[in-house]
């Protein structure tokens, strides 16, 4: 396994291929959840992911998370579009994604708090992250969900 890092302009078709199966996947098949998942923020985010033989032709991402700056989203630089294999789970590479989008983020947005729209059902998963739940449970795509920040070391 081999984890990976890029801006937009960097990912080749094959890391781009890769992210949206796993994407489609997990948000779209799995959650059954029929909602446009390329909004056109993917063009201004940073991509952090895991392949299972990363640099092999058709190599599938095991796990993966999308960052977006300050102001794509929301004043802080937030974590999103957070997805594992579902055969992946329980493994510990959530948690590992999670540390490195999280040390991607300090490092390009360094002091600043990062913020996530978590699904209620992990509120606890990402406290233990160092995330706070900020507000009330809310509904995204049908889907309960709660804003969630951790706070920037200056």
């Known amino acids: 396994m081999e984890w990976k890092s890029k801006p937009w302009e960097s990912l080749t078709r094959d890391d781009w291929h890769a992210i949206v199966r796993l994407r489609v996947d997990v948000f779209v098949v799995e959650q059954d959840c029929p909602y446009p998942d390329l909004d056109g923020k993917d063009l201004r985010a940073w991509h952090v992911w895991v392949e299972d033989a990363a640099g092999v032709k058709g190599s599938s991402a095991l796990a993966y998370a999308r960052i977006l700056?300050?102001?794509?989203?929301?004043?802080?630089?937030?974590?999103?579009?957070v997805a594992t294999r579902r055969d992946r789970r329980g493994q510990g590479i959530g948690k590992d994604l999670m540390l490195q989008s999280i040390q991607v983020a300090e490092g390009v947005w360094p002091g600043h708090d990062i913020r996530i729209s978590a699904q209620c059902y992990l509120e606890q998963w990402y406290n233990d992250l160092g995330f706070a739940s900020v507000g009330e449970p809310y509904l995204e795509d049908d889907i309960p969900h709660i804003q969630m920040l951790r706070s920037g070391v200056a």
């Open 69 to 81: 700056a300050p102001g794509v989203s929301y004043g802080e630089p937030s974590i999103g579009r």
